[in-house]
């Protein structure tokens, strides 16, 4: 039998990543700008011209390649398709013992 070890809800934290938070923020920005290329029907080289970057790039984003892009390119990005980039600074719940980076795409 196999052992099972249970997420303790980001991937990167489970792998023993560093910055496992800020790689979680990345690639959920990064599945969002995916989505919203497909939903649009762009391929690649059609959505590297609307981005300013090249073909290569997107590729990287589609494929989770992420280590070359800064969070304010990835906002960037979202933003020339038509998204708000909306940050909100909270307190955190006592239940929890660290505050958190957590990013909802809507």
């Known amino acids: 039998m196999k052992d099972v ?3 303790k809800g980001n991937v990167f934290e489970d792998l023993g990543m560093s910055e496992p ?3 979680m923020v990345k ?12 939903k649009r029907h762009l391929n690649q080289m059609e959505a ?9 790039k997107i590729s990287a984003i589609m494929n989770g390649r992420l280590s070359g892009f800064s969070l304010e390119r990835l906002f960037q990005f979202l933003n ?3 998204r708000d980039i909306q ?11 660290n505050a958190g980076l957590q990013v909802i795409c809507s």
């Open 48 to 56: 590297a011209r609307l981005l300013g970057v090249d073909q290569p």
């Open 87 to 97: 940050i909100v600074v909270s307190q955190k719940p006592r239940s929890r013992k």
């Open 27 to 38: 690639a959920e920005l990064a599945r969002k700008i995916a989505e919203i290329i497909s």
């Open 80 to 82: 020339i398709m038509g």
């Open 21 to 23: 938070a800020d790689r």
């Open 5 to 7: 070890t249970v997420s």
